[in-house]
């Protein structure tokens, strides 16, 4: 797993721990140290820390004029044991709700596992962005099951087309406009 690196072709165009505005800003992370685990596997220095034993993340792009953000996760999602998405929706989505983001594009390609629990803080993610959108591309099938089984495909939306998102070779204002068009056309906007 320590070689699993987030995205790092759009960090000339943003970085978290540089952004002030950011939950992240400070957060300084090391290119040789490596000092997270998951499970007793080193994860790659770059990832940054949500105050959860097994899910790690980063902060890919965030434009709050559009009021959107990109955020890649690395690890095992685990509501049940270690409340993954309360440490995730106060640490990281909260604050970012309150400087004006309201779409959020989850992008899950490195998440191993998911455990499910009680759905409150989707809830409350949900109707914090009340007029915006969550988005989770690149999830693995059965990560996304386990989350339909807990119903989160009310609040959380993926699959169809957003799973024909190849979003890496896009820019962040681009991809954000494509998967917005999407959702307009899911939604009935």
Do not use: C
């Not at 996760?73 to 049940?80: K, S």
């Amino acid at each position: 797993m320590h070689t699993i690196e987030p995205f790092y072709n759009w960090l000339e165009l943003y970085s978290a721990s540089e952004d002030p505005r950011s939950p992240l800003y400070g957060a300084e992370n090391s290119l040789s140290q490596y000092t997270n685990t998951i499970y007793g596997y080193y994860i790659h220095p770059q990832w940054d820390e949500i105050d959860s034993e097994t899910l790690f993340i980063k902060i890919l792009f965030t434009d709050y004029e559009l009021g959107f953000a990109v955020i890649e996760f690395i690890g095992e999602w685990n509501d049940t044991l270690h409340n993954d998405i309360m440490k995730l929706k106060r640490n990281i989505i909260d604050p970012m709700i309150q400087e004006g983001i309201k779409h959020f594009i989850l992008i899950g390609e490195n998440v191993f596992n998911f455990h499910g629990s009680e759905d409150d803080y989707y809830e409350e993610w949900f109707e914090d962005v009340e007029d915006g959108w969550i988005v989770a591309i690149g999830f693995q099938d059965f990560v996304l099951n386990e989350m339909k089984s807990y119903n989160l495909d009310y609040y959380l939306n993926y699959g169809g087309n957003l799973e024909m998102v190849n979003w890496r070779t896009l820019a962040p204002k681009r991809l954000y406009a494509l998967i917005n068009a999407m959702m307009q056309r899911r939604l009935g906007a």
